[in-house]
């Protein structure tokens, strides 16, 4: 095989725990953001954008919903004769075989992949950011400085500098010291968990470290070791948006921003285009009584209500008399006549009934969850139901195909008061 | 394989102006993301035929930029394929088509190298969902020769159409192309089922005698020594013929039952897909009984209208009853009524343009006004 100057790795196996339901049945990576789009979009088109056309996906975590949407990579191009996607799953071995301990020990446990491929560079990167990044003007910085290991670093507020890894650096951005989360910073370089490695480097520091840590990371490990051998690594400074979309509020949050009329992230730019999963692409139809204001709307939507201030996903059926206030809807939603959504998540293919209101009442974190549903937005699983009048709270989590008798019955009707969670165990389980 | 497909896409039609000045009306846009060879080209596909050759030869360009990848209608596989045939200068002289028939057998190659029994012919400029195996299926149940798809008139212009009739026993009586009075009550598709052996020996006898029109040479000329058959559809269809056809054809992308067949109903009709972002509402946004490109900047008021992908309203800019194609820039303060945008029209601040909807205001494509 001809030989390539950089191939892509990208570690699409987490969970994101803390972004709840959302998370419950798919990784991070495949969860939904700015409408249309997977959080693995931006860095599966960034690749291809780049000029990268070997890209490795590393799953792990509930991988069903990343692999459908990564199939054999033709939104993006990467369908190739050499190269192209290819999804690269734990496994067994004639001795070994485990899941995934660590960034580093995943790549580690891929090496077959590597040795085939045998490229100059590796672009290792994480599925779980968005933001638009020219990966050759990386790597151009990475030749130019002759460097063994190029890291893309962010500049974060000072204050802030102690929640990152940072990078401290000499005049001309060389690492000579990395610090996870510093208790007394003296830089704001936070690693962007963007690496481009000499390819002959990182296999001699993946089978060291495999030796000594059987949970080797980046961070942790190889980063340290490779600055003690002192090798020179490079700070590579990006200067643009760049969001990680930890938690439900994040999460909520960079998505509103997207509604901006000039937002920092800018989806409308002609060439550095988005790629995603495009079977079909129909446009939306607005109807006569739809009013719809500050808003982000994608393909094959039927809208006949009020959206203000939300942002919705392909296919969503928005009911005469329905209201949609600071809310992300997901793909292929139905919303019931009447219904009053306000500061919800509603993962795709949900069904909200006529007349059903969510978010009412005071905002108290939730019982079983408080660390995760804290912020006011109440979130409702993928596939799930809610039954006609129903009214649930702030907070609340609403997951799998309710009944009106899984709610309280109140003086108001059947509820769910803020903090509550419904959650139904379907037969393929949750 | 039991039917290999040809779309006749050479055509231009003078009754559309500016829109096919530099365009052939197979490539003109509709229904918002559609280009009109879209629907016959995924009937196709969707039928299973999976070998198709699309006749060009009015201004390709845009329509040889619309089909620069077989893949979205599924066929760039190993079997079949998606073949496009333009005139070309030979020893011979320069082969521009004479006519439907002429255009077939100057490419009677890709005819004979195939081997589906069967071929559907059908015309790139109309919008409508068939499904092809049923045709075919009554083609051979009926042991037709030839059949033709023809249907009733409801609201169309019958000059416009080739008039059809038939005979008690079902067989094709008589066919006029474009006749100045109504003749029949029935107009012909242009959609043909024909056996390929059957076609290969029609071509090779009418063209050395300069016979060179499918319609008055291949049908009409045949009528009475072939088995004409004629096969009724019911469905929705439009051809695109005028320019006050085109915007109300549009228009009716917006009622419900025409809206849901063409555009939500499976099989779905497939186009070049161009991966633009989600449609966007500013504050000053309000939209009313219209479709919605995607990658559209909206900031205006938009009333009972066709937008295509990336259009961009200015605010209190009022758009009604309009057809907008890919690309156009509205800016504030502007009153569009009645209108039809070619792409890439710019609407400067403050301007306005109204038409009728009897002859509606057209803009031609990369217009300043």
């Not at chain 1, 079983?368 to 009214?391: M, W």
């Not at chain 2, 845009?62 to 200068?89: A, C, M």
């Not at chain 2, 190659?109 to 075919?136: H, T």
């Not at chain 2, 995607?294 to 309203?313: A, D, E, H, P, W």
């Amino acid at each position: 095989m001809r030989k390539k100057e950089m191939i892509a790795l990208l570690l699409a196996g987490g969970q994101g725990s803390r972004l709840g339901v959302l998370t419950e049945q798919k990784a991070k990576p495949a969860v939904s953001f700015g409408g249309k789009y997977k959080i693995i979009d931006f860095p599966m088109s960034n690749c291809i954008n780049s000029g990268i056309d070997t890209v490795g996906v590393l799953t792990q975590y509930e991988p069903l919903s990343l692999n459908r949407h990564i199939g054999i990579g033709i939104p993006w191009d990467l369908d190739r004769r050499s190269g192209g996607v290819t999804i690269l799953a734990p496994h067994l071995r004639a001795e070994t075989g485990a899941f995934y301990s660590g960034t580093a020990n995943a790549i580690f446990q891929n090496m077959q992949y590597l040795e085939s491929n045998n490229p100059e560079n590796v672009l290792i990167l994480s599925g779980d950011h968005i933001y638009k990044m020219d990966y050759a003007k990386m790597l151009a910085f990475h030749k130019r400085n002759n460097a063994d290991v190029t890291i893309a670093v962010l500049e974060v507020p000072m204050e802030e500098a102690c929640r990152f890894g940072i990078m401290n650096t000499d005049v001309n951005d060389k690492i000579y010291e990395f610090v996870e989360k510093p208790e007394q910073p003296v830089s704001n370089l936070a690693s962007m968990g963007i690496y481009i490695f000499n390819y002959s480097l990182l296999k001699e520091a993946l089978n060291d470290d495999n030796k000594i840590h059987p949970d080797s990371d980046f961070g942790k490990h190889i980063i340290p070791m490779l600055l003690e051998r002192e090798k020179r690594l490079f700070a590579y400074r990006f200067k643009y948006y760049w969001k990680d979309v930890g938690t439900i509020e994040s999460y909520w949050q960079a998505n509103m921003e997207l509604i901006k009329t000039l937002p920092d992230f800018n989806l409308y730019e002609d060439f550095w285009r988005i790629y995603t999963s495009d079977d079909h692409q129909p446009p939306t139809y607005m109807g006569e009584s739809s009013d719809i204001r500050t808003s982000i709307v994608s393909e094959g939507c039927e809208i006949y209500g009020s959206v203000v201030h939300s942002i919705l996903g392909t296919e969503v059926f928005v009911d005469e008399g329905a209201v949609i206030k600071d809310s992300i809807i997901m793909d292929k939603c139905h919303i019931g006549k009447g219904a009053v959504i306000d500061r919800a998540i509603i993962d795709s293919e949900a069904v909200i009934g006529e007349n059903v209101t969510i978010g009412f009442g005071e905002n108290i974190a939730n019982e079983l969850k408080p660390h995760i549903y804290d912020s006011g937005i109440s979130v409702v699983g993928h596939l799930s139901v809610i039954p006609d009048n129903v009214t649930v709270g702030k907070n609340c989590v609403v997951y799998g195909d309710t009944k009106h008798s899984d709610y309280r019955l109140t003086e108001n009707g059947l509820e769910l008061p803020s903090g509550g969670s419904v959650i139904i165990e379907s037969e393929g389980g949750i | 394989m039991r039917a290999l497909g040809i779309i006749l896409a050479g055509g231009n039609n003078e009754k559309l102006g500016v829109l096919t000045q530099r365009r052939a009306v197979s490539a003109l846009p509709v229904g918002s993301c559609y280009r009109a060879v879209d629907f016959t080209l995924s009937n196709m596909t969707n039928s299973g035929i999976n070998k198709v050759a699309v006749i060009t030869q009015y201004h390709s360009r845009s329509l040889h930029d619309h089909l620069s990848s077989s893949t979205w209608w599924n066929f760039g596989r190993k079997q079949g394929g998606l073949f496009i045939f333009t005139p070309y200068v030979s020893n011979e002289g320069s082969l521009w088509f004479r006519g439907t028939a002429d255009s077939m057998y100057k490419n009677l190659i890709y005819l004979k190298r195939s081997n589906e029994p069967y071929v559907v012919i059908a015309s790139g400029n109309a919008v409508y969902k068939m499904d092809f195996n049923k045709l075919i299926d009554n083609h051979i149940e009926t042991e037709a020769d030839i059949t033709v798809v023809y249907k009733d008139i409801i609201d169309e212009d019958f000059r416009n159409y080739g008039a059809i009739s038939f005979d008690e026993t079902g067989r094709l009586f008589n066919l006029e192309e474009k006749p100045f009075e109504k003749v029949s009550d029935q107009i012909s598709l242009g959609i043909y089922v024909i056996k390929r052996t059957l076609l290969i020996k029609i071509l090779e006898s009418i063209i050395p005698e300069e016979r060179y029109d499918f319609v008055k040479d291949v049908l009409i000329g045949h009528r009475k020594m072939l088995k004409i058959m004629g096969y009724k559809f019911d469905g929705y269809w439009r051809a695109i013929d005028s320019v006050d056809n085109y915007l109300k054809l549009n228009m009716e992308f917006l009622q419900k039952d025409v809206r849901t067949l063409l555009i939500k109903d499976q099989p779905y009709i497939e186009t070049k897909p161009k991966d633009e972002p989600p449609v966007k509402y500013n504050y000053a946004a309000a939209a009313k009984n219209c479709l919605v490109g995607s990658g559209s900047i909206i900031n205006g008021n938009v009333q009972n209208s066709v937008l295509f992908r990336r259009v961009y309203t200015g605010e209190n800019s009022l758009i009604k009853n309009s057809v907008i194609m890919e690309g156009c820039y509205i800016g504030n303060n502007c009153i569009i009524q009645n209108v039809i945008l070619d792409k890439e029209v710019v609407i400067s601040e403050g301007k306005s343009v109204i038409g009728t909807p009897e002859e509606p205001a057209v803009v031609a494509k990369g217009e300043v006004v």
